[in-house]
Every structure is written in structure tokens, then in C-alpha cells.
């Protein structure tokens, strides 16, 4: 099914990410911000994964960008199966970007596939710079490591070049961008590698 949504993706030039995280590392924020900056520009869709609750959908749809909530319930990540039917539920535009929203949840949802063009793991710096080390199998997975919450960085303890190190001894062709969604700032490298691989 992976296999298959893939194929339907890429046949219609539409970059996939499937983003992962920990419960509460800013990812519904990126998504917001980055909608707003891209709109004028590009096209967008949008899947959301949450046990419960419809939430996160309707801060997405007040950006204007179209998007689905999937409830899991019990279930703590998406599969291939779920993004195929919600895309039923979606209008598919070419050269577009599709953010799959994945469940929060470090371990898991790296042994599932859903047919993505790039999976985006996001960590905060309210995490410790350990979870590389911790949950190698997300770090293993992702193209592109996002540090979000870089405001914060005078009040935690949290050393970026030791997570990078860290995350880098387990997947050496892992890309990082640090940022903030809520000041902005780095928000533009992220922007532009979206903009890079919309083709
Ligand atoms: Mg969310
Ligand atoms: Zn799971």
C-alpha cells in the first residue's frame, strides 16, 4: 500500500512528508507558519493524525490549506492504509505538497512506511539531546532533522551540536535546520528546502 500511494504521489509531482515527533514539538505550529508563508506560491494538502480529536484539522483549515483528520483511537501511529483513504477525501493538485501530520510518538511510526517522498523528524529543545542515542530507529529513518524551539535555547539545557553529533552517529546523511515557528527565526531555510523539492 506504501508502494502504492508512492507511486500515486509521484506520478502527480506531489512532495510527501510524512512528519514525525514526540508529542508537543511544534509540529501543528511549523505547519501553520509554513502555510501561511507559502500560500501565495504553492500548492498544499494536508493529513492529521491524532488519537483523538479534530483539533489540529481545524487550526490547518483555517489557513485555507485542505485538509483531513484521521482519529486512531487506540492506535499510536499512520499507516499506508489510512493516507490511501484519506487522499480519497482530499482534492489532489499537482506540484503540490501534501504534510502528513504523523500521531506524536518517537517509536513507532519510524516501522511505517506511508509512502512518503521525505520524512521530517522534528525535536525540540525542551527534549534532551539524548533521544538520538534513545530512539535510533526515527533518527535512522528521517532525510531531514528539525530542531524546533531554538527561542528557548538560554533556558534549557540542551547542547545543539551534541544532539547533531549524537543524531549523526546513527544516521550520517541526516540533514538539520534549526528553527523557531513561533519567532521566525531559521524559518526561511525550511521554507526553502519545501520550495527546492516541489517539482
Ligand atoms: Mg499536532
Ligand atoms: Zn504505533
Not at 511544534?26 to 479534530?54: C, H, N, V, W, Y
Amino acid at each position: 500500500m506504501a508502494a502504492r500511494n508512492r507511486g500515486f504521489f509521484e506520478g502527480r509531482n506531489i512532495f510527501c512528508l510524512n512528519l514525525v515527533s514526540s508529542p508537543g514539538s511544534g509540529k501543528t505550529t511549523i505547519l501553520e507558519k509554513t502555510m501561511l508563508a507559502l500560500k501565495p506560491e504553492l500548492r498544499m494538502m494536508a493529513i492529521e493524525g491524532d488519537q483523538q480529536t479534530s483539533l489540529d484539522a481545524e487550526r490547518i483549515m483555517a489557513t485555507g490549506v485542505p485538509v483531513v483528520q484521521i482519529n486512531t483511537g487506540m492506535g499510536c501511529h499512520l499507516d499506508a492504509r489510512m493516507v490511501n483513504r484519506a487522499m480519497t477525501d482530499l482534492p489532489t493538485a499537482e506540484h503540490s505538497i501534501l504534510f502528513i501530520e504523523n500521531v506524536g510518538n518517537l517509536v513507532c511510526p519510524a516501522m511505517f512506511d506511508l509512502g512518503e517522498s521525505k520524512r521530517v523528524l522534528i525535536i525540540s529543545v525542551t527534549e534532551g539531546d539524548d533521544k538520538p542515542l534513545k530512539y535510533p530507529a526515527m533518527f535512522r529513518s528521517a532525510h531531514l532533522c528539525i530542531i524546533n524551539k531554538t527561542d528557548l535555547l538560554p533556558y534549557v539545557i540542551f547542547d545543539v551540536e551534541k544532539v547533531i553529533q549524537n543524531a549523526k552517529s546513527v544516521n550520517p546523511e541526516l540533514e538539520f535546520i534549526q528553527l523557531s515557528a513561533i519567532t521566525g527565526e531559521g524559518m526561511g531555510d525550511w521554507l526553502e528546502w519545501c520550495r527546492r523539492s516541489v517539482k
